[in-house]
């Protein structure tokens, strides 16, 4: 599956190493070296995907990241020399759709980048929409509310959100939402569900240090359900 990728980093090697690597499988390539470039390319043209490092030398590349998502959907891979676990944390927190520490596999990232583009589109539950007390997800239009308010949520969540509501009520093991939310590649980063759990009940629920909705099945899964 090819599409076209913006590849921001400031490292010239990384640049002509992804650059050959992303058009030898048929990717149509743009490489910036800063995050405002970043900003304004994205702006003119949506990508299909977005490589980002988070060393960039005009900002950081989660600040990028917090700009591109403020109206984008697009994926984001976030490739960086960072191995701090809050380092993914945030950047998965902020909507990044993947992590890749450096230095990397080329097939290895190569897979993900497949995996991100596969995953531009999501699809939908046999009910397009789950209300409750507390909230409403419209999952046609992509819109979510909260009391009345719009809530901004990512494209991860998004996809987190749509297979839990496939199962209401029941069990989601944690491999199948990381293969839903990551792809096939995945399956054993429970860590990564522990992050998104906390943010999408800081967002949906009323009180979430005590969750009424997204419920936690200790070393099973999660499981959505609706108001009782």
């Not at 990728?5 to 010239?12: G, S, T």
């Not at 759709?97 to 589109?121: N, Q, T």
């Not at 009910?127 to 979510?144: G, I, K, M, N, V």
Request: proline share 7%.
């Amino acid at each position: 599956m090819s599409g076209y990728v913006l590849v921001v980093d400031d490292d010239p090697t990384i640049l002509r190493t992804l650059r050959i690597n992303l058009r030898a499988r048929g990717h149509e390539v743009e490489c910036v070296t800063n995050g405002a470039d970043a900003l304004d390319s994205t702006a003119t043209r949506r990508p299909d995907l977005v490589i980002l490092d988070l060393g960039l030398p005009d900002m950081d590349g989660v600040d990028v990241l917090r700009q591109l998502r403020a109206g984008s959907t697009v994926p984001v891979v976030v490739l960086s020399a960072r191995h701090d676990a809050d380092d993914k944390v945030e950047a998965l927190d902020e909507g990044a759709d993947d992590y890749v520490a450096k230095p990397f596999g080329m097939d290895e990232l190569m897979a993900r980048v497949r995996a991100a583009i596969r995953r531009g589109g999501m699809d939908l539950p046999e009910s397009p929409t789950f209300r409750t007390e507390a909230f409403t997800l419209d999952f046609t239009s992509h819109t979510a509310t909260r009391d009345g308010s719009t809530l901004r949520l990512t494209p991860t969540e998004w996809r987190l959100l749509a297979e839990l509501v496939r199962h209401e009520g029941k069990v989601v093991p944690h491999p199948v939402l990381l293969r839903s939310a990551w792809g096939p590649a995945y399956g054993q980063e429970s860590n990564y569900l522990r992050v998104y759990a906390s943010q999408l009940r800081r967002k949906l629920e009323p009180d979430p240090a005590r969750p009424r909705y997204l419920l936690t099945e200790p070393g099973i899964g999660y499981r959505l359900v609706g108001d009782q």
